[in-house]
């Protein structure tokens, strides 16, 4: 089984603190995305980077793809609690998907 | 609207006692997957079906079973439930592999 490991699981910050999320693996992924999941909800896609180093920008939110393509960053900068909810990132090899473990995000107002 | 919808949306029942859980998507994906998702363990993929009648094992299939005789409609079957799959079940679909998924409000399942 191939795992991606996030960290950190939970992460509790101030609104205007800037965080990172990391998605770590031992293997190569064709394709990374990240999602973001509320409670009683499906996940929701944020981004897909394809390339290896490969930066992207959602508003606040900034995504970077390893060099090597088997590990992924998120940073969000000044964070709202709008922010809050569950950050997963996804890895694809092939036909498959290997999802993270998850990282919980809450945004104190 | 394009969406992805699951029923039942919660289910109780005991082991044993065979259950299907459907899976409808209106986008005219190709790609369409079946989660669970269970916590410290983030989502693993059990079954995927790049097309209609191609059906292939994901990370967990054990115990589980699925068809795909139409594009649109991609049910799971539980034979014979068993407690260890008592979880949160999600259907996703996409364009391709390598496409945006779009995931199903989710399936609570207990089995006692």
């Known amino acids: 089984t191939q795992l991606l490991e996030q960290s950190p699981q939970f992460l509790s910050i101030q609104e205007g603190e800037n965080l990172t999320v990391y998605c770590n693996s031992s293997?190569?992924?064709?394709?990374l995305q990240w999602y973001r999941q509320e409670p009683g909800e499906g996940p929701v896609l944020l981004v897909t980077v394809v390339t290896g180093g490969e930066v992207k920008k959602l508003k606040r939110l900034t995504f970077q793809f390893g060099d090597a393509r088997k590990d992924s960053s998120l940073h969000i900068t000044a964070a709202q609690p709008g922010d809050t909810g569950l950050y997963l990132c996804?890895?694809?090899?092939?036909?498959?998907?290997?999802f993270g473990t998850g990282t919980s995000l809450t945004v104190i107002p | 609207e394009a969406q992805v919808t699951q029923n039942p949306r919660y289910l109780i029942t005991v082991t044993g006692k065979k259950l299907t859980v459907t899976c409808s998507q209106n986008m005219n994906h190709e790609y369409m997957s079946w989660y669970r998702q269970d916590p410290g363990l983030g989502l693993r993929q059990i079954y995927y079906s790049m097309n209609v009648e191609v059906t292939d094992k994901g990370d967990v299939p054990e115990g589980y079973k699925v068809s795909r005789k139409e594009k649109r409609n991609f049910p799971l079957i539980l034979e014979s439930p068993s407690p260890n799959q008592t979880s949160l079940y999600f259907c996703?679909?996409?364009?391709?592999?390598?496409?945006?998924?779009?995931f199903g409000p989710g399936t609570r399942l207990l089995v006692l």
């Open positions: 996703a679909s996409s364009s391709g592999h390598q496409e945006t998924q779009y």
């Open positions: 996804a890895g694809n090899t092939g036909n498959q998907f290997y």
């Open positions: 293997s190569v992924f064709s394709s």
